[in-house]
């Protein structure tokens, strides 16, 4: 790789990227281009780029790994290069305010969120429903 520009992709498969063009497609989960002349990236324009790392810096993403806005300049920061490996404690990321962090409630939260979606919405239904 590159330390003053180049793209990487993080891709669920095993097939190789062509080398020309910007690669796409639903095996992509990830795809991070660096240096000011990379040009392909996630984002729009060179601008969008993360910064380039170099012979003392490394590229890492930003709150522990955890953001992808789909823009490297907002996700990536450069900073002293910090190895990790399967003996590096776990950094899981949680999810934020989305309708994502309800798989996160256990069974009894579950039920009490439901009850109170059926209690709401049981006099709209009940209006609703044709008189027999």
């Given at each position: 790789m590159a330390a003053t520009s180049g793209k990487v992709a993080l891709v669920n498969g095993t097939s190789a990227l062509s080398a020309v063009?910007?690669?796409s497609g639903a095996t992509i989960l990830d795809f991070v281009g660096y240096g000011t002349t990379a040009n392909c990236r996630e984002g729009s324009t060179t601008a969008d780029n993360?910064?380039?790392p170099s012979n003392?810096?490394?590229d890492l993403r930003k709150l522990s790994g955890c953001p992808d806005t789909n823009?490297?300049?907002a996700d990536f920061t450069t900073g002293a290069a910090t190895p990790r490996n399967t003996a590096t404690?776990?950094?899981p990321c949680?999810?934020?305010t989305s309708y994502a962090s309800m798989f996160a409630l256990d069974r009894e939260s579950w039920k009490a969120s439901l009850a109170t979606l059926l209690f709401i919405?049981?006099?709209a239904l009940l209006k609703s429903r044709p008189s027999q």
């Open positions: 063009g910007c690669p993360a910064a380039a003392t810096t490394a823009n490297n300049n404690t776990l950094s949680s999810c934020g919405d049981r006099p």
